[in-house]
Nanobody, 124 residues
Framework: QVQLVESGGGLVQAGGSLRLSCAAS????????MGWFRQAPGKEREFVAA????????AFAESVKGRFTISRDKAKNTVYLQMDSLKPEDTAVYYC?????????????????WGQGTQVTVSS
């Protein structure tokens, strides 16, 4: 089992920044990649970003490229999502997920473990 706990959400004005953290515990040695997804009210959960745990390769949704950065601290078993130039359409619950596979994947149902989510609200 892998446990994931997100933090760092909140309310920010458009153009502002937030940094989300996801702390992993448990059988973290089995994790190949970590991802961030988000879900706005009435919408499906969508991919935001992912990072390969060992090599640090990354992938981003087109909607956040150039604005969001994903990174990981292997010593702390923590993944970060730095969100800059935030827009009202970024408002959603953001979820951290762990993938036991070997590739960077962008589909939610391919991830094995999920955190409880953290709310991000961007006001206009």
């Amino acid at each position: 089992q892998v446990q994931l706990v997100e933090s760092g959400g909140g309310l920010v004005q458009a153009g502002g920044s937030l940094r989300l953290s996801c702390a992993a515990s448990g059988r973290t040695f089995s994790v190949a990649a970590m991802g961030w997804f988000r879900q706005a009210p009435g919408k499906e959960r969508e991919f935001v970003a992912a990072i390969n745990w060992s090599g640090g390769r990354t992938a981003f949704a087109e909607s956040v490229k150039g604005r969001f950065t994903i990174s990981r601290d292997k010593a702390k078993n923590t993944v970060y999502l730095q969100m800059d130039s935030l827009k009202p359409e970024d408002t959603a619950v953001y979820y951290c997920a762990a993938d036991l596979g070997v590739q960077l994947r962008t589909t939610a149902n391919e991830y094995d473990y999920w955190g409880q989510g953290t709310q991000v609200t961007v006001s206009s």
